[in-house]
């Protein structure tokens, strides 16, 4: 039974713990084009793999695999290999560079610590998740990670998704992104540290190192993610994230000022979490300095508002008191003009806002009042902020609002 060759051409399963993969099993399907085995019990994959010449498919998301034969390099048809959780993986095989019409490789949540040298040489790569980062010199041909010059020639890349930044090493002229035409999803992470503090040097070199990772104004969906840098890259900005819909920074810990994300024209979706530094957002969150605010449109197109975790966040506000004050006099000749009245009409701020969540909060005092005008605004949603914050709820017309009350100081972050 085992001799007999079977012409499928798919072959998908999931959480199945009896199959068994061996030479046996191969050999019976020598046309396959799609292999899925995710979450199955696979604790190895046979050296005979390098038989199935048609594949272009295959995934291993969530098996035990623990290594890769070296024939995996005679799957030149293969286009799409997913390794992410594959918890035992900790190598990639030196024949993974020759899989020359590669176009996917998935390596996310996968303690790959060993890879080749040449990633470089797959150049229709489009699509590589969990990029670890190596900032050596070595002359090796194993690493336990990729030099980020390895980028040079995947000029097709669309996600790019890179681990462990710490370890990059800083170069000064050498373009990274910025000639990644179709690149639309920009994702860098670095590893948090927790056995000893970060030094002066720590933070010089991790800002430097982002610095240099400019991305194309094609961008459109950003995660910056333990960056431990004190302040965020020069380049989040109106100028190189025009394009850019998405946002999320997520435990950028030590950066005090939020980025001046209010001037980038298409952001439709904005999550900050972790921000544990930030005490004040102000009228630099909105791309401005506060006397010109009041001429200007902040975030024009964003219709999701989501910050979380901000355990020391105290202040927010649009325009300071004094300058808001002076504005109004101005305007409306009315010296006796209370201070918290509204911001002028040509203010433009959040005019397409659907919804705002705000989670984990706890000394923040009060919510600016111009979101009260927001025509837009449908959907609220407040959890684990302080009992005695002037919110102001009952001037908000909204659909749907959830709001969960905590004492100051009663959650941490």
């Known amino acids: 039974m085992d001799e007999v060759q079977y012409k499928v051409r798919t072959w998908k399963t999931s959480y ?26 696979v604790p190895s994959i046979p050296g005979c793999i390098g038989n199935l010449i048609h594949l272009r498919l295959l995934d291993l998301d969530g098996t035990n695999v623990s290594c890769l034969p070296e024939s995996i390099g005679n799957l030149k048809n293969l286009q799409i290999l997913n390794l992410e959780r594959c918890v035992a993986l900790h190598s990639l095989p030196s024949a993974i560079t020759q899989l020359c019409n590669l ?15 040449g990633i470089g040489k797959l150049e229709f ?27 040079a020639y995947l000029y097709q890349l669309r996600r790019l998704h890179m681990i462990k930044l710490e370890r990059a090493a800083y170069r000064t002229t050498y373009p990274l992104l910025t000639d990644k035409g ?16 970060y030094t002066v040097k720590d933070f010089s070199n991790i800002e ?26 020069f380049w989040i900005d109106s100028t190189h994230l025009a394009y850019v819909k998405s946002l999320h920074l997520f435990n950028c810990k030590f950066c005090m000022h939020l980025p001046p994300v209010g001037q980038l024209p298409n952001l439709k979706y904005l999550k900050i979490e972790g921000a544990a530094a930030v005490t004040m957002i102000g009228p ?37 008191e004094a300058t808001s004050t002076a504005k109004e006099r101005v305007d409306d000749g ?31 005092e009060a919510l600016p009042r111009q979101l009260a005008q927001i025509n837009s605004l449908k959907e609220i949603e407040l ?13 908000y017309r909204v659909n749907s609002m959830v709001s969960e009350q905590a004492q100051r100081g009663e959650r941490k972050a």
């Open 16 to 41: 199945e713990k009896t199959l068994r993969v061996d030479n046996s099993f191969f050999k019976r399907f020598p046309y396959l084009r799609v292999l899925d085995l995710t979450d199955s019990f």
């Open 103 to 117: 176009r996917r490789l998935g390596l996310n949540n996968t303690p790959i610590d060993q890879v080749p040298k």
């Open 125 to 151: 790569l489009n699509d590589v998740e969990g990029f670890p980062v190596y900032g050596g010199s070595s002359n090796t041909k194993m690493n336990d990670g990729w030099n980020l010059e390895e980028l």
């Open 182 to 197: 179709f690149l639309k999803f920009l994702y860098l992470w670095c590893t948090e540290r927790t056995d000893e503090p």
């Open 208 to 233: 430097k190192i982002f610095a240099q990772l400019i991305p194309p104004c094609n961008l459109e969906d950003l995660a910056i993610v333990k960056f431990f840098g004190r302040q965020y890259p």
């Open 284 to 320: 630099e969150f909105a791309g401005r300095r506060a006397s010109n605010l009041g001429r200007t449109v902040a975030f024009p197109k964003l219709e999701e508002l989501l910050i979380r975790d901000m355990p020391n966040w105290e202040e927010w506000f649009f325009i300071d």
């Open 334 to 364: 009315d010296s006796a003009m209370p201070k918290e009245k509204a911001l002028p009409p040509r203010m433009q701020i959040l005019s397409r806002l659907r919804r705002l969540e705000l989670s984990g909060c706890p000394m923040l």
């Open 383 to 395: 959890r684990w902020l302080d009992e005695y914050q002037s919110l102001y709820l009952n001037t």
